[in-house]
């Protein structure tokens, strides 16, 4: 997998970032290194022979787990034919990381050599590494015994170590490995060395052995693993190759992406996306949940257990813990074991909540699994009396947020959570507390939700019956409070005096996904996403372009994310408009080979027009879980895929340039069904 010059390669919460050499040198700034569980063990690992660095011919991605890089000592020269090739075959497998070095003899005589391998380990947190800020008060130590060397750092009981092995013989120094080796004419010579990473136990960690039980897979084992997850999958057979590859290549990703929490007794859940986001995140997994339910609808159990398992439980300022809210985000980093960040576990997201409420339901519409909903009970009861109590800061009925920790919580607790995210049209910030427009959508939803589950499953009608009622009240003030309408649209927030946070967002897009949106409005709200200021022709933007903090390379405010889209236009299907859901899967498809088929975090968002191809967004996560996952739910929304009374409906609304669309295999209720659909011009809408 590779990203401009860097190639990574990965396994659930464990990955390795290098040069297209293979190569990986001491970096502040860039996440290049060996890491697991959010720590940087080995930060240089530097191949010479004879002293000469290595130059890369090419590199074969294998596997998300393993690459292959074809290398020459030094700078190749015109007329003058290299002597020596190497061949770095590169594997990761939970917490072990192994490379096979071979070097080729192209000589019709034997080759003296030197080979050495440049070896540290800085163990710097990954927000050290993101916020380029590198300070380890801990010890670091590198020996060199019994034919092994580690690299250990030590700060109270954290403890993080490396060890360095070779399977030929070596010379082991301080700074590294060193092969002194004689090759045959026309022959070769190879080693395997091989990293173990070892994680030990500081307050609220992961132990070493919880962690190490679960994490060494050979490659035979994790290519059976791959098989197993694909063939589990729905298979798709369609006339757009777009379509296709990008949905195995979202297959593939999410499988690269499982991450094996220490509280989950060995099931894995989503992680988010690297580099930075190789975690549980509540937010991000229970969406990809919901994403790609048509096809791995297994994989909700398992977060949603997880989910539970973490609600809060007390007051706690600094994590912005409150009884009943669903986290936002675990850490393992030394920066969160010693409190310096507040990740273990940190609650700053005001929508995981309702989400997770929203999943629950759905998961059992797909599925039928009561079992589930009845043992999450008490957990949906203490998310759904957060949402009335702690969630609603002002007392008018709506979810807010704003943070506790003042020193490093987040300033903004929705999707788009970056700093500058949430403002006025004209560009000003609004102090907190904030209330966006799509977390009272989700409220709402979540609501309706968890009142057929009462109803259905707990046993308790007048429960139903409350929550409805609070549901069609929220509806109401909704509509009355966010309207925007000399705009014509819904406001991206609520400020805290109650005006509006006028901006013209994607936000609202989610309202038509929960069902918040007055039918009449509706038309209105479709306009505005569908028009030159939003939608660029690859995707909508997160924010109009005559918007005071509109930027088409803005994280947050003018870039187009994929996972968003993916959600709007499933709300579309929801109220009717086929073809503007087509537009919006249609655009996000045609993108994707631009980016070899994966479908990275959010790319810029410029028109169409002027860029002839979508533009990276220079610090996007690729893979990411909710881009790799948007091709399921676009499936979803194509086909028009709805369980209804246990049965699976299928109302397909498939634009011309996509084609036949076959979905095959298709698990849930039922059992395994078909989806076909093709292209109907006799259908506007």
């Known amino acids: 997998m590779s990203a401009g010059n860097l190639v990574s390669i990965l396994q659930g919460n464990t ?13 502040s700034r860039r996440p290049t290194g ?59 497998g939970g917490s072990s990381f192994q490379e096979q070095l071979t070097v080729l003899n192209h000589m019709g005589e034997d080759a003296e050599i030197r080979v050495r391998l440049d070896i540290d380990g800085d163990f710097a947190d990954l927000f050290e590494i993101k916020d380029e800020q590198i300070y380890k008060p801990g010890l670091s130590e590198v020996s060199v015994r019994d034919g092994q060397m580690r690299l250990t750092y030590e ?40 990293v173990d990473i070892l994680v030990e136990a500081a307050p609220g960690q992961p ?27 729905p298979s798709l057979v369609c006339d757009s190759e777009a379509l296709s590859r990008v949905y195995r290549r979202g297959l593939v990703d999410l499988a690269a992406l499982q991450y094996t929490p220490t509280t989950t007794a060995g099931r894995s859940i989503p992680a988010a996306g690297l580099p930075w986001f190789m975690t549980m995140f509540g937010r991000d997994s229970m969406i990809v949940c919901l994403q790609t339910l048509p096809c791995l609808p297994d994989m909700a159990v398992t977060t949603l257990r997880a989910m539970a398992l973490a609600q809060g439980g007390k007051f706690d300022d600094f994590r912005d813990e409150e009884p009943g809210k669903i986290l936002h985000e675990v850490r393992y980093g030394e920066l969160a074991a010693f409190e310096d960040q507040p990740h273990t576990s940190y609650y700053g997201a005001a929508d995981s909540t309702p989400l997770f409420l929203i999943l629950l339901d759905e998961y059992e519409r797909w599925t039928g699994d009561r079992d589930l909903v009845r043992e999450l009970e008490q957990a949906a009861r203490l998310a759904l009396a957060w949402i009335d109590t702690y969630a609603d800061l002002l ?88 309207w925007v309408d000399d705009g014509g649209y819904y406001a991206l927030a609520l400020d805290r005096d109650g005006g509006h946070v006028d901006a013209l967002a994607s936000n609202m897009g989610h309202l038509l996904w929960s069902g918040i949106v007055d039918p009449e409005r509706a038309a209105q ?28 390379v803005g994280y947050h405010v003018g870039t187009v994310w ?76 194509l086909l028009g895929l709805e369980p209804h009374d246990g049965h ?38």
Not at 628 to 633: E, G, V
């Open 395 to 482: 007392g008018t009925g709506y979810i807010w947020y704003r943070t506790r920790n003042l020193r490093n919580g987040l300033e903004n607790q929705c999707w788009k959570d970056s700093p500058d995210s949430i403002s006025y049209a004209d560009g000003r910030i609004p102090e907190p507390p904030r209330a966006t427009c799509e977390q009272q959508g989700y409220a709402y939803d979540a609501r309706i939700r968890a009142a057929r589950l009462a109803r259905e499953f707990w046993s308790d009608p007048a429960y139903a019956d409350q929550l409805e009622r609070q549901a069609a009240d929220l509806k109401v003030r909704f509509n009355r409070d966010f």
């Open 155 to 194: 700060r109270e009981n954290f403890r993080r170590s490396a060890v360095i092995s070779s399977s030929e013989p070596a010379k082991m120094d301080r700074r590294g490995v060193i092969w002194n080796i004689r090759i045959p004419p026309r022959s070769r010579w190879s080693t395997l060395v091989r």
């Open 648 to 685: 699976l409906v299928v109302d397909p609304a498939i634009p011309e340039e996509i084609g036949r669309v076959e979905l095959l295999d298709i698990p849930g209720r039922w059992g395994r069904m078909d989806a076909f659909g093709r292209p109907d011009a006799s259908r506007k809408r």
């Open 207 to 233: 132990s070493e052995a919880s962690i190490q039980q679960h994490t060494h897979h050979g490659r035979a084992r994790m290519r059976d693993q791959l098989d197993r997850w694909m063939d589990q999958a």
């Open 34 to 92: 060996v890491f697991t569980f959010d720590t940087r063990f080995i930060s240089t690992w530097v191949l010479t022979v004879d002293g000469q660095p290595m130059y890369a011919l090419s590199t074969d991605a294998l596997q998300y787990y393993e690459a292959r890089f074809y290398c020459v000592p030094g700078e190749p020269t015109h007329y003058v034919d290299a002597k020596l090739s190497v061949i770095r075959h590169r594997t990761i």
């Open 525 to 552: 709200v479709v306009e505005h996403l569908v028009s030159p200021r939003m939608y660029s022709g690859w995707g909508i933007r997160t924010l109009a372009m005559d918007q005071g903090r509109y930027n088409p």
């Open 15 to 27: 990955f390795v970032v290098s040069d297209e050499a293979g190569d990986i040198a001491p970096s």
């Open 562 to 637: 994929p996972f968003d889209n993916s959600i709007i236009a499933w709300g579309m299907r929801r109220y009717g408009y086929r073809r503007e859901a087509g537009l919006i899967a249609r655009g996000i498809i045609e993108a994707a080979p631009f980016f070899d088929y994966r479908l990275p975090e959010a790319f810029a968002g410029y028109d169409r027009d002027l860029t002839i191809h979508p533009v990276e967004y220079p610090t996007a996560c690729s893979p990411q879980a909710w881009s790799a996952a948007t091709p399921m739910l676009l499936l979803r929304t």
